[in-house]
């Protein structure tokens, strides 16, 4: 008779993640209701260059997939820096977006995103930029390139209140396709810090954790990832 497998290793199946970003998926809280308005009114008014900041997790991927639904299709596009075509960028699309500017002389140099933001002023058409820091906190050299960061529009997506961060870790299980009794959640909020640096680590252990057991999403089992 040929062995079976434990219930262990038959649950050791990773699942695909699904990742659900619309705009009915967004959780509004006091913590990100400006960066919601922020997207909205962004097509609305005549403002050409903005920037949203929030630390890892906390939704601006989210919110720039909302805004680029929001528009008609083909208006829209994010380009990476450095780019050898950027003029022609701009020139196809009438919103562009920039993601993650902290990486500015890591990933891309001053000069480039000083090009991109002056390429925005001359053929008059929309930036969008997210950053994880404030522009404050950006080391740059380039007197021209600070001025125009400080003088463009800013939105801050503040860290969680409970309701947002009951929202977060219930979505994160979801897209993991984790399915959790209430009092998990309510273990989970009693222990983790109010970030959404701090929630997203801790969910990304479990599902590793829990696939590399072989069990379900336990309280005994979280309380095994957190000795």
Known sequence: MKNRPNLEEQLTIEMPQKYFFGREDFMVTKSNIEALAFIDEFIKSNQRIGLLV??????????????????????????TLPSNNLFNEFEKNEFTIIEDIH?????????????????SKETKRSLIMTSRIPISRFEIKLTDLRSRLESISVTFIEEPDDELMKSIILKMLRDRQLMVSP?????????????????????NLIDKYALEKGKRVSISLIREIFN
């Open 54 to 79: 929030g630390s890892p997790g906390s939704g601006k991927s989210h919110l720039i997939k909302i805004f680029m639904n929001s528009i008609e299709t083909g208006l829209s596009k994010i380009i």
């Open 103 to 119: 990486n500015i002389n890591l990933k891309f140099s001053e000069e480039d995103l000083l090009h991109a933001i002056n390429i």
């Open 183 to 203: 009092a998990i959640i309510e273990f989970l909020m009693k222990r983790l810090e109010r970030t959404y640096l701090e929630i997203n680590r801790t969910i």
